[in-house]
C-alpha cells in the first residue's frame, strides 16, 4: 500500500477515535465556528456536528482511495493538467495517469489531516472550560495546510512543464 493510503487511513481510524471519544462528552449545542480570535459565533447540534464531520472524512476517505480508478476512467479531454495535449500523447499517458492520480491522492490526504487536526482544536474548544477555539494552535495548521498546497502546485506545475526538447 503507497504511503498516501496509509496516512489516509491512520487519519481515518484517528477520526473514527474522536467521534467515539468526543460525542460523549459534547455538549447539546456545539460550537462550529469561531471568529479570527477564537470566539464561537455560530452553533450546531451535536448530532449534526458529529454527522457533519464524518461525512468530511468519508468523503475525503472515499476521494483518496477512489483517486486512481477515477483518473483512470476520465477522459483524457476532461483532464486539467499543465500542457495536457503533451503528457496525454501516446505513450506517456500512462505514466502521466499515475503520478497525477498519486498527486491528486497527496492533495486529498493533505486536507483530510487538515479536517482531522481542526475539528480536533473544536472538540476541545467545546469540552474545555473557555470554549474557545486554541488560535494559538489554528493558526499554524491553517499556515501550514496553505504552504502544504502552495507546495502542491508548484510539484504539480513542475511535474507537467514540457521538457527542453518537448513540443511547443
Keep these: 500500500m503507497k504511503v498516501t493510503r496509509l496516512i489516509a487511513v491512520f487519519a481515518g481510524f484517528v477520526a473514527a477515535g474522536q467521534i467515539a471519544f468526543y460525542s460523549l462528552r459534547l455538549p447539546r449545542m456545539v460550537a462550529s465556528h469561531f471568529d479570527l ?3 464561537p459565533n455560530g ?8 454527522a457533519l464531520y464524518g461525512g468530511f ?13 477515477l483518473i483512470a476512467k476520465i477522459p483524457a479531454g476532461s483532464l486539467n493538467l499543465p500542457n495536457r495535449d503533451y503528457w496525454l500523447s501516446g505513450d ?20 483530510l489531516i487538515f ?15 473557555t470554549r474557545n477555539l486554541p488560535m494559538n494552535w489554528f493558526w499554524p495548521v491553517f499556515f501550514g495546510f496553505i504552504l502544504f498546497v502552495i507546495g502542491w502546485v508548484v510539484r504539480l ?9 518537448g513540443i511547443r
Design 57 to 69: 472524512i468519508a468523503f475525503f476517505l472515499l476521494l483518496a482511495f477512489g483517486t486512481q480508478l
Design 43 to 50: 452553533w450546531m447540534s451535536k448530532g449534526a456536528f458529529v
Design 92 to 111: 506517456r499517458e500512462a505514466d502521466t495517469r499515475a503520478d497525477l492520480a498519486e498527486m491528486t491522492t497527496w492533495i486529498f490526504v493533505g486536507i
Design 37 to 39: 480570535v477564537g470566539n
Design 115 to 129: 479536517f482531522v487536526v481542526t475539528f480536533q482544536l473544536i472538540f476541545e474548544a467545546n469540552v474545555g472550560y
Design 157 to 165: 506545475y513542475s511535474r507537467f512543464r514540457l521538457p527542453d526538447e
